[in-house]
């Protein structure tokens, strides 16, 4: 099926981000997994995808306008616009006829950092295409941010190739998150590599950026990549975040300190402010301040999104 029509004016400066949109099961428990029987948990159903996270600590933020395209299956399609609309970004949800709405079982321990595990159910989130790209998605944007996961599927990296072709053509930047160190391994560091030529800022986090480069340095690792991409922007968690650019770590930008209780979407976070801090008109290093403030008020929450 196509794009939904979406009504209202449309500013200038926006901000328009390409991803995925995805419900997330979230699941708290403490200390290991029981097999084969029961173990203790919390658990919410929450509005995610990485796409979707960062457009909305992008309007938390603060900025002109944020958009977002993505595609979902009809089953959840009115709840996550929404859930999109209610913190402030423009959905622009093309809906799917025959796949279900991605799914994620996000697995939180308690007891370790609340560090997380996935089970990725990716549904229609995926099977964007180039026919559901339209340069006219550009007017009044001036930066455009592409989700990572969109190079994992076969439609979707023919989509992030004529998304990017257009927006280079008119002139807007292009950021991209890598998203997956396990899709990433698969993909293949050289394929990453040629598909994001021509991305303007790249922004892994510490094991996307060693995984691409094969070093275990992360500093090491973002001043390599930044021969690839104009900025790189690293995230590190708690340890914050470096910036690279001509090959070589020109800022190191701390974390804030916080007691983490669900670390589900704070790359996200970060990406979103630092897109928005940008738009507004800070420096990277400045706008990599803004990330870590938005990162680490995420850490704080249950789920991928701002209160």
């Given at each position: 099926m196509g794009r939904r029509k979406v009504t209202g004016a449309v500013g200038s400066g926006a901000l328009l981000v390409v991803g995925d949109v995805i419900t997330d099961v979230v699941a708290r428990h403490r200390g290991p997994l029981a097999p084969g029987t029961d173990t203790a948990a919390s658990i919410r159903t929450v509005p995610g995808g990485a796409g979707a996270n960062v457009a909305c600590w992008a309007?938390?933020?603060?900025?002109?306008?944020?958009?977002?395209?993505?595609?979902?299956?009809?089953d959840a399609a009115a709840w996550h616009e929404r859930e999109l609309a209610a913190r402030g970004v423009r959905p622009l949800l093309v809906v799917d006829g025959?796949?279900?709405?991605g799914t994620v079982i996000c697995?939180?321990?308690?007891?370790?950092?609340?560090?997380?595990?996935?089970?990725?159910?990716?549904?229609?989130?995926?099977?964007?295409?180039?026919?559901?790209w339209s340069d006219a998605l550009l007017d009044g944007v001036a930066r455009l941010h592409?989700?990572?996961?969109?190079?994992?599927?076969?439609?979707?990296?023919?989509?992030?190739?004529?998304?990017s072709k257009a927006a280079r053509a008119r002139g807007v930047p292009v950021s991209l998150d890598p998203a997956s160190a396990g899709f990433l391994a698969r993909l293949g560091a050289d394929r990453f590599l040629s598909l994001v030529d021509g991305v303007d800022?790249?922004?892994p986090s510490r094991d996307e950026a060693c995984l691409l480069t094969g070093l275990p340095d992360v500093a090491d690792s973002a001043a390599r990549l930044s021969r690839h991409v104009p900025l790189v922007v690293a995230k590190q968690g708690a340890e914050g975040a470096l910036l690279a650019r001509s090959g070589e770590v020109y800022a190191r930008v701390p974390a804030e300190p916080v007691t983490p209780r669900d670390t589900t979407g704070a790359g996200d976070a970060f990406t979103g402010a630092f897109l928005a801090a940008l738009l507004a008109g800070a420096g990277p290093e400045q706008a990599a301040r803004e990330g870590c403030r938005a990162g680490a008020r995420a850490v704080e929450l249950t789920g991928g999104r701002p209160p």
């Open positions: 309007a938390y933020r603060g900025t002109a306008e944020v958009r977002l395209l993505g595609r979902v299956g009809a025959r796949a279900p709405t697995l939180v321990d308690g007891d370790a950092a609340a560090e997380r595990t996935f089970l990725t159910d990716n549904g229609a989130s995926l099977r964007l295409e180039p026919a559901d592409l989700s990572g996961y969109l190079l994992f599927a076969e439609p979707s990296r023919e989509f992030v190739a004529v998304a800022v790249l922004l």
